[in-house]
Nanobody
Framework: EVQLQASGGGLVQTGESLSLSCAAS????????IGWFRQAPGKGREAVSC????????YYADSVKGRFTISRDNAKNTVYLQMNSLKPEDTAVYYC???????????????WGKGTLVTVSS
């Protein structure tokens, strides 16, 4: 059974940092690109950042470039999202997802994990 378990969300103030983790099981982890997506209250889901399966190629949405860093540890079957300088507009449920092809958009997701809530207060 495929599982993608996101963790690390919480409540922080503007300018603070959080680190999210996505632990995978039931898949050959380094066969897949993995992405982080988010859905803010009342809005659609959007891509935040993705990382390729092995060569470390990354994608970032313009809204998070320079503030967020994605990384992966294939030995631990885990992808991380370090989020710095958080803003209230980063408030959302964050989901990690498996991509069947390394283009960081929702149609290329073939498996969604459960989300973790990030709330940034002003």
């Amino acid at each position: 059974e495929v599982q993608l378990q996101a963790s690390g969300g919480g409540l922080v103030q503007t300018g603070e940092s959080l680190s999210l983790s996505c632990a995978a099981s039931g898949i050959t982890f380094d066969d897949y690109a993995i992405g982080w997506f988010r859905q803010a209250p009342g809005k659609g889901r959007e891509a935040v950042s993705c990382i390729s399966r092995s060569d470390g190629t990354t994608y970032y949405a313009d809204s998070v470039k320079g503030r967020f860093t994605i990384s992966r540890d294939n030995a631990k079957n885990t992808v991380y999202l370090q989020m710095n300088s958080l803003k209230p507009e980063d408030t959302a449920v964050y989901y990690c997802a498996r991509l069947f092809i390394h283009y960081c958009n929702i149609p290329n997701v073939d498996y969604w994990g459960k989300g973790t809530l990030v709330t940034v207060s002003s």
